[in-house]
């Protein structure tokens, strides 16, 4: 369990048509609120999340598990929590999972003297989403860019999450890397659809 003040990871696996791909948030515990389980706080963080656009997915997809760990605490175990939650669109099959619209959330360093980035790849939106080849409304994912740079509460009366981005302060060339992270305050969609280069995905009940 964490402590408040500790920064924790969640990576959300989810699946579509067989092909898996995982999605890596960072948080800060600012508080505990009921104390529920990791398991509680877990499940509820993937409702919330696949809530915002659960609309505009497709029912192929769904995340299925979400791999905590805690940061700061490294010798805290890493625990999966195994989850359903699939898009809603039943009639329109999902864009091809190479497929992917960017979401770019943006920080301050601690320190106020520079802007932080860094995007996630969104899978699994349905074709009637986009034409010609972007997102159709610059409103569409809306709701996932409030929740993207918003506190959560998990669930309801448990953990507040603050949003937080994760950059390298390490100088070139290091031996091993060193993180600091800033607090997301803007979530934009950048609305183009692109073939996804790279693919990160974990197994769940892995680390």
Same mark, same amino acid.
């Given at each position: 369990?964490?402590?408040?003040?500790?920064?924790?990871?969640?990576?959300?696996?989810?699946?579509?048509?067989?092909?898996?791909?995982?999605?890596?948030? #960072?948080?800060?515990?600012?508080?505990?609120?009921?104390?529920?389980?990791?398991?509680?706080?877990?499940?509820?963080?993937?409702?919330? #999340?696949?809530?915002?656009?659960?609309?505009?997915? %497709?029912?192929?997809? &769904?995340?299925?598990?979400?791999? #905590?760990? *805690?940061?700061?605490?490294?010798?805290?175990?890493?625990?999966?929590?195994?989850?359903?939650?699939?898009?809603?669109?039943?009639?329109v099959g999902p864009h091809p999972s190479?497929?992917?619209?960017?979401?770019?959330?943006? !920080?301050?360093?601690?320190?106020? %003297?520079?802007?932080?980035?860094?995007?996630? &790849?969104?899978? !699994?939106?349905?074709?009637?989403?986009?034409?010609?080849?972007?997102?159709?409304?610059?409103?569409?994912?809306?709701?996932?860019?409030?929740?993207?740079?918003?506190?959560?509460?998990?669930?309801?009366?448990?953990?507040?999450?603050?949003p937080k981005i994760r950059y390298d302060?390490?100088? $070139? $060339?290091?031996?091993?890397?060193? #993180?600091?992270? =800033?607090?997301? *305050?803007? =979530?934009?969609?950048? !609305?183009?659809?692109?073939?996804?280069?790279?693919?990160s995905s974990a197994l769940c009940g892995?680390?």
């Amino acid at each position: 369990m964490p402590t408040p003040g500790d920064t924790i990871e969640t990576r959300l696996i989810s699946e579509q048509q067989g092909v898996q791909m995982s999605t890596t948030l #960072y948080w800060e515990v600012d508080d505990l609120g009921n104390a529920p389980t990791i398991q509680q706080a877990m499940a509820d963080l993937a409702n919330k #999340y696949v809530g915002a656009f659960r609309s505009q997915l %497709s029912i192929q997809w &769904a995340v299925t598990c979400v791999l #905590y760990r *805690n940061i700061t605490n490294p010798a805290e175990a890493a625990t999966p929590t195994f989850v359903t939650e699939a898009g809603s669109e039943v009639t329109v099959g999902p864009h091809p999972s190479t497929n992917v619209v960017r979401v770019t959330r943006y !920080g301050i360093q601690n320190d106020l %003297s520079k802007t932080r980035r860094s995007s996630i &790849a969104i899978t !699994g939106l349905h074709k009637d989403v986009s034409k010609r080849g972007r997102v159709e409304s610059d409103m569409e994912l809306g709701t996932l860019e409030v929740f993207l740079s918003s506190d959560a509460i998990v669930p309801a009366a448990g953990w507040t999450l603050t949003p937080k981005i994760r950059y390298d302060v390490t100088p $070139p $060339p290091a031996p091993s890397r060193t #993180y600091e992270f =800033a607090t997301v *305050n803007q =979530a934009t969609t950048q !609305g183009v659809f692109r073939k996804l280069s790279r693919r990160s995905s974990a197994l769940c009940g892995t680390s």
